[in-house]
């Protein structure tokens, strides 16, 4: 008789569960990451037929099927799913909340990102300039969802425990994520960062002076910091 491995139970509980779960949240997250360009191709086609200036930029372009590209006026969103799944870190409040505090496994998200870019940044191959994190959206193995970001981000929608995705949300998340994108306008850099420039920086670009550009948002996203609230 196979003397019982508590060490191999435990390890097939994990992947029954733990492992499952996480590919639940994936395969969910993709899901609605292909809602997300069904929408925005909609959103912008909607547009168009009331905007007709050929100088504005309206368009959607695909990377991949992980990340897309909304260029809107002189601003473009990047829209990117991330392939891994995330636990909330131990400290984060949410935890102390009644629907965490039932099941754990609540507390574990796709996630998809929202950058916010120049358009000219990349038509011009800009690589020294800037973007920003302006929103990121959350999505666990219940469908459950939140999102926080800037502007309306931040706060429309912090209800986990009772926010479920649909196409109306998906197309307001976008629209306002479109809004807050062109609101904010480019802010002309502090003349002591920008007084010297190197020959190599001049040839770069013929007459254009290879010099970092960005919104300036005030704020950002640290790459360490996973907290929601």
Same mark, same amino acid.
């Given at each position: 008789?196979?003397?019982?491995?508590?060490?191999?139970?435990?390890?097939?509980?994990?992947?029954?569960?733990?492992?499952?779960?996480?590919?639940?949240?994936?395969?969910?997250? !993709?899901?609605?990451?292909?809602?997300?360009?069904?929408?925005?191709?909609?959103?912008?086609?909607?547009?168009?037929?009331?905007?007709?200036?050929?100088?504005?930029?309206?368009?959607?372009?695909?990377?991949?099927?992980?990340?897309?590209? *909304?260029?809107?006026?002189?601003?473009?969103?990047?829209?990117?799913?991330?392939?891994?799944?995330?636990?909330?870190?131990?400290?984060?409040?949410?935890?102390?909340?009644?629907?965490?505090?039932?099941?754990?496994?609540?507390?574990?998200?796709?996630?998809?990102?929202?950058?916010?870019?120049?358009?000219?940044?990349?038509?011009?191959?800009?690589?020294?300039?800037?973007?920003?994190?302006?929103?990121?959206?959350?999505?666990?193995? !219940?469908?459950?969802?939140?999102?926080?970001?800037?502007?309306?981000?931040?706060?429309?929608?912090?209800?986990?425990?009772?926010?479920?995705?649909?196409?109306?949300?998906?197309?307001?998340?976008?629209?306002?994520?479109?809004?807050?994108?062109?609101?904010?306008?480019?802010?002309?850099?502090?003349?002591?960062?920008?007084?010297?420039?190197? *020959?190599?920086?001049?040839?770069?670009?013929?007459?254009?002076?290879?010099?970092?550009?960005?919104?300036?948002?005030?704020?950002?996203?640290?790459?360490?910091?996973?907290? *929601?609230?």
């Amino acid at each position: 008789m196979e003397k019982k491995n508590t060490v191999r139970d435990g390890i097939i509980d994990l992947l029954l569960n733990k492992a499952a779960m996480k590919q639940d949240i994936a395969d969910y997250s !993709e899901k609605v990451f292909e809602h997300f360009k069904e929408i925005t191709k909609n959103e912008l086609e909607t547009l168009a037929k009331t905007v007709s200036d050929d100088r504005v930029r309206m368009k959607m372009e695909e990377k991949g099927k992980h990340e897309f590209r *909304v260029s809107i006026g002189s601003d473009v969103l990047v829209f990117q799913l991330h392939r891994n799944v995330f636990r909330l870190p131990d400290d984060n409040p949410l935890w102390k909340t009644p629907y965490l505090e039932q099941n754990g496994a609540n507390g574990f998200f796709g996630m998809i990102n929202i950058y916010n870019f120049l358009a000219e940044s990349f038509e011009q191959n800009r690589m020294n300039d800037a973007g920003y994190l302006i929103g990121r959206i959350y999505l666990n193995h !219940e469908e459950r969802f939140m999102v926080e970001g800037k502007g309306q981000l931040g706060f429309l929608f912090r209800d986990l425990a009772n926010s479920k995705m649909n196409d109306d949300i998906i197309r307001h998340i976008l629209q306002v994520s479109m809004a807050f994108a062109i609101e904010f306008d480019l802010i002309t850099p502090p003349y002591d960062l920008v007084q010297q420039v190197s *020959v190599g920086q001049i040839q770069m670009i013929s007459s254009d002076l290879q010099v970092a550009t960005g919104k300036r948002l005030g704020f950002k996203f640290s790459a360490e910091d996973n907290s *929601v609230y």
